[in-house]
């Protein structure tokens, strides 16, 4: 991908996001996120309107996963909680066309490891994460100097 001032968020996000409902169970979503190796996940309600966002860090605070003797994974913690009970809720969110400088700021402005992106309805399209934005930044680094 070669960068360019016009590249916008929509250029670079995901767009095949996993998400999770605020009815959710903790452990759940925590084991989903463990086995997909992400640490956010954008929480919708109906029509995949984004209502929260929830971090491997929130999820840590209330659960974590052992291995047992025999190396299976066990959850030790409140299982009884759900992701609507520890989710940030409204979190801010980009738009597709948004400049990829713009979603820069913002994510270093607040530290935001990610931000979701939505439509102008409040439809979760999308998500762009640092690494995403580091990935950019390794192809722009290796690319020959003019």
């Known amino acids: 991908m070669r960068y360019t001032d016009a590249m916008t ?3 670079l996000m995901l767009k095949d996001v996993i998400t999770a409902r605020e009815g959710d169970s903790v452990e759940k979503t925590y084991a ?5 190796r992400f640490r956010h996940m954008p929480v919708v309600a109906e029509g995949n309107r984004l209502v929260g966002i929830v971090s491997d860090r929130d999820l840590r605070n209330v659960l974590v996963f052992l291995n047992d003797a ?7 913690g409140d299982k009884t909680l759900t ?3 520890v989710m940030t809720p409204e979190p801010m969110a980009a738009d597709p066309g948004d400049s990829l400088k713009t979603a820069v700021r913002v994510m270093v402005k607040h ?5 979701p992106v939505c439509d102008a309805a409040g439809k979760l399209v999308g998500l762009v994460t640092e690494t995403d934005m580091l ?8 690319q020959p100097k003019k």
Do not use: S, T
């Open 9 to 11: 968020v929509g250029d």
């Open 32 to 36: 989903e996120m463990l086995r997909g």
């Open 70 to 76: 025999q190396g299976n994974r066990q959850a030790v």
């Open 83 to 85: 992701i609507g009970k």
């Open 111 to 115: 530290k935001f490891g990610c931000l």
């Open 135 to 142: 990935k950019l930044l390794e192809d722009l680094l290796a």
